[in-house]
């Protein structure tokens, strides 16, 4: 018996996390939303809503169909989510974004999606990209710069002069 209702339990269950989750990344803050953990649970509903509308018949199939349809409804926000949510993004980020789109725009935590969507930001996806991956270099330049400061501050380089040429050499590393 337990077999015959997983697909059921497993419908319920995904339009439950579904319809609770939904509400609070469009209108809970921006800056609160987890754009990978977003992307994964979208991931994971749509295929096991797919999988259920194939086993199940009637109005539990159209559930799914409803189901289906708002998840990929939502997951048309997911590369404005990804790309606003960016790690990267500076202040410097925003303002050029804000130039370029000809509008003030900050994710802060009065920001949410729905006001993304109310700015009509979808429509200008490709600025919003472009700044973001712009950001995510930039960032990766700054990681990589802070991995090597780290990895060279316990080295000392001792000099000698070099004959009698006013200039100096490297006499030899030694880690501290």
């Not at 209108?27 to 809503?49: H, I, K």
């Not at 999988?51 to 289906?68: E, I, S």
């Not at 990681?143 to 009698?164: I, N, P, Y």
């Amino acid at each position: 018996i337990a077999k015959a209702f997983e697909p059921y339990g497993s419908m319920w269950k995904m339009c439950a996390e579904f319809s609770r989750s939904s509400p609070e990344w469009l209108d809970g803050p921006f800056t609160a939303l987890d754009p990978d953990n977003v992307t994964t649970l979208m991931d994971t509903w749509y295929r096991g809503v797919m999988k259920a509308a194939k086993t199940l018949k009637g109005a539990p199939q159209q559930v799914c169909v409803v189901l289906k349809e708002k998840i990929v409804a939502f997951q048309d926000n997911l590369p404005l989510i990804v790309a606003l949510r960016n790690p990267g993004l500076r202040d410097r980020h925003w303002t050029r974004m804000s130039q370029d789109l000809g509008f003030p725009v900050k994710a802060d935590a009065s920001f949410s999606v729905t006001r993304a969507l109310q700015l009509e930001l979808p429509k200008h996806l490709a600025i919003i990209e472009d700044v973001s991956e712009y950001a995510s270099k930039e960032f990766s330049l700054e990681r990589t710069l802070d991995k090597m400061q780290g990895d060279w501050s316990g080295v000392v380089f001792e000099t000698m002069a070099w004959r009698e040429t006013g200039s100096c050499i490297l006499m030899g590393l030694d880690e501290t």
